[in-house]
C-alpha cells in the first residue's frame, strides 16, 4: 500500500496505521503528540511488572495500563484498537524474538495486560525548543544507548542493570537540559547522569550497546537519561512465555500533547 | 506504658511505636519526615488495587508497594516491620470494621500486599512554610474533607467518587499555595480545584463528611486538594474479604524527607 510519512494528530497517525498506509518507523509522526513504548505480558506478570515500572519510574515511566484483555487505551487514546494501531510488533516467547507482525489478531488472547511506557521523543523536542542539537533526530537512526552499572530496582522477576541514552550537550546548555527534560518526568525526565562515562559503569561511549555513535564538538558534555529499552530488556531477561513489543521506533502515537505530561 | 509525643527520626518514631511508647496520632513527630497512608490487601485484589492508584496518582499517590508477604518497605524505611510499626490498625472485613489492634502479628499472611500511600503532611509543612496558617495543624483535629462529584478513574473492582481535602486560603496566597504544593506530586501535589464548592459537588463547605469545618477570615478562598481518604473509602466500597488500614491519624513514618519527594 502506499505509505505516508506525516500526520497532524495521533488519531489521523493511528487511522494511518490501522489501513495498512503508515508501516515505517513514528519518529517525527503527528509532531507535538505524545508516544509510546509497548510490552504486553500475559496476567500472572502483570502484577510484578506494573510493580517494577512503579518503582523504576526514569525508566519506566507509565503513561497508561490497560486491565486484562482490554485493548483499548481509553485515557491517553480514546477509540484506539492496541492490536492494530502499531505499525510493527514483535512477539517473543520464552525470551527469544520469534516472528515480527503487523496486526496481533492472530495472538490475542483475554489474560493479556498493555503497558504504554513513556518514550523519549517529547523530551527531544523540548531539548529542540531549547536550542540543542539532536543529529540523529529526523532521520531513521538512533541515539546512542548504553547498559550501566546503575541496577534498577527488582520487583519479583523483574530485575537488571537500566539502560540510558547519551547526548552530547555543550557545555553552557547542561543547566537547560536538565530544566527542559525535569519538565516531563512521564518520558523519562530528568538526566540520572551527567559527565564521566566510567563512573556508570560505560567503558567507551563510542561503542554503544544499542543504536550509534555519534561524534561529540569541543566542550560538548555526556549528559545520559533513563532510557525506554529497560524495561524491554528487563521484561526480555525474565523470559516470559508470551511478550509482545513493538519493533523498534515503531511507536503507538496517542491523543496527548507534549504539554498534557508536563509535570509543571 | 508511659507515651512520648516526639521523635527526631523516621527510625526513632518507628522503635518508640513498635516498643509501644507511641500509639497516639503522629501529626508532628519526626517533623521532615515524610508519614504515610496505609492500605494492605490480599494478592487477588493487588493488580486492580495497583492499577487504581496508578491511574489516580493525586488522591493515590505511591511512596512504596511491598510485594506479597513483605513486610519492610526497603526503600522508603529499611529496617522497619509494616506489622509491628504503625500505632494503631484498623481491619476491615467485607467492607466492615471488625477490630482496632497495635500489631498485625495474629493476622498477617503470605498473600497480603502493602501499599503505602503519600499522606499531606509534607505538603502541609509546604504551605506553612510559604507563611499559610493552618488552624488545625498540631491539633488532635482534623482538615475538613468533602465526597465530590469528581469520579475517580476506575480499575477492576475500584472506583468512586474522588475525596478532597480543603482550606481556607487567603486570596493574596493562592498562587504560592498552587506553586508550593506543584512541588510534592507523591503526596497529592497541585489543588484539584480552587473556588466555588458547588462546581465540584460540594453543597456546605461548613458540612464536612470528614474531619470538622473551619472559620474563613474575609479574603479567603477555599481550595481543595486530592485527599488520601480516597483509596481508602475505594477500597472499602469493593468490600474486599480482607483490608488493614491504619487508623485516622496513626501513620506510617518513613525514613524519607519531605525533600526527598519534592518533583523539582
Same mark, same amino acid.
Given at each position: 500500500m502506499l505509505q505516508t510519512r506525516t500526520a497532524s494528530t495521533g488519531r489521523e497517525a493511528r487511522a494511518l496505521i490501522r489501513k495498512g498506509a503508515l508501516r515505517h518507523p513514528?519518529?517525527?509522526?503527528?509532531? @507535538?503528540y505524545v508516544q509510546t513504548n509497548l510490552a504486553i505480558l500475559p496476567m500472572d506478570l502483570a502484577f510484578d511488572f506494573l510493580l517494577f515500572c512503579q518503582r523504576n519510574p526514569k525508566p519506566c515511566p507509565l503513561i497508561e495500563v490497560l486491565e486484562p484483555?482490554?485493548?483499548?487505551?481509553?485515557?491517553?487514546?480514546?477509540?484506539?484498537?492496541i492490536r492494530t494501531d502499531v505499525p510493527r510488533y514483535r512477539i517473543y516467547r520464552h525470551g527469544k524474538l520469534e516472528a515480527e507482525v503487523e496486526d496481533l489478531k492472530a495472538v490475542w488472547r483475554d489474560d493479556l495486560v498493555t503497558f504504554l511506557i513513556g518514550c523519549s521523543f517529547s523530551f527531544e523536542q523540548a531539548l529542540l525548543n531549547n536550542g540543542i542539537e539532536l543529529?540523529?533526530?529526523?532521520?531513521d537512526q538512533n541515539v546512542a544507548m548504553f547498559k550501566t552499572s546503575i541496577a534498577t530496582t527488582p520487583a519479583g522477576k523483574f530485575g537488571g542493570p537500566m539502560v540510558v541514552s547519551m547526548r552530547w550537550i555543550p557545555r553552557e546548555k547542561v543547566v537547560r537540559a536538565v530544566q527542559a527534560t525535569s519538565r516531563f518526568p512521564a518520558v523519562h525526565g530528568a538526566p540520572v547522569h551527567i559527565g564521566d562515562p566510567e563512573a556508570i559503569?560505560?567503558?567507551?561511549? @563510542?561503542?554503544?550497546?544499542y543504536g550509534r555513535a555519534w561524534p561529540s564538538k569541543a566542550g560538548d558534555v555526556p549528559v545520559f537519561w533513563a532510557c525506554g529499552v529497560t524495561p524491554q530488556a528487563v521484561a526480555t531477561a525474565s523470559k516470559p512465555a508470551l511478550m509482545i513489543t513493538h519493533a523498534p521506533g515503531h511507536m503507538f502515537v496517542t491523543d496527548l500533547k507534549d504539554e498534557d505530561v508536563a509535570a509543571l
Amino acid at each position: 500500500m502506499l505509505q505516508t510519512r506525516t500526520a497532524s494528530t495521533g488519531r489521523e497517525a493511528r487511522a494511518l496505521i490501522r489501513k495498512g498506509a503508515l508501516r515505517h518507523p513514528t519518529s517525527g509522526i503527528a509532531p @507535538g503528540y505524545v508516544q509510546t513504548n509497548l510490552a504486553i505480558l500475559p496476567m500472572d506478570l502483570a502484577f510484578d511488572f506494573l510493580l517494577f515500572c512503579q518503582r523504576n519510574p526514569k525508566p519506566c515511566p507509565l503513561i497508561e495500563v490497560l486491565e486484562p484483555g482490554q485493548f483499548e487505551p481509553r485515557s491517553s487514546a480514546p477509540g484506539a484498537d492496541i492490536r492494530t494501531d502499531v505499525p510493527r510488533y514483535r512477539i517473543y516467547r520464552h525470551g527469544k524474538l520469534e516472528a515480527e507482525v503487523e496486526d496481533l489478531k492472530a495472538v490475542w488472547r483475554d489474560d493479556l495486560v498493555t503497558f504504554l511506557i513513556g518514550c523519549s521523543f517529547s523530551f527531544e523536542q523540548a531539548l529542540l525548543n531549547n536550542g540543542i542539537e539532536l543529529p540523529y533526530w529526523g532521520t531513521d537512526q538512533n541515539v546512542a544507548m548504553f547498559k550501566t552499572s546503575i541496577a534498577t530496582t527488582p520487583a519479583g522477576k523483574f530485575g537488571g542493570p537500566m539502560v540510558v541514552s547519551m547526548r552530547w550537550i555543550p557545555r553552557e546548555k547542561v543547566v537547560r537540559a536538565v530544566q527542559a527534560t525535569s519538565r516531563f518526568p512521564a518520558v523519562h525526565g530528568a538526566p540520572v547522569h551527567i559527565g564521566d562515562p566510567e563512573a556508570i559503569g560505560i567503558r567507551d561511549v @563510542g561503542k554503544p550497546d544499542y543504536g550509534r555513535a555519534w561524534p561529540s564538538k569541543a566542550g560538548d558534555v555526556p549528559v545520559f537519561w533513563a532510557c525506554g529499552v529497560t524495561p524491554q530488556a528487563v521484561a526480555t531477561a525474565s523470559k516470559p512465555a508470551l511478550m509482545i513489543t513493538h519493533a523498534p521506533g515503531h511507536m503507538f502515537v496517542t491523543d496527548l500533547k507534549d504539554e498534557d505530561v508536563a509535570a509543571l
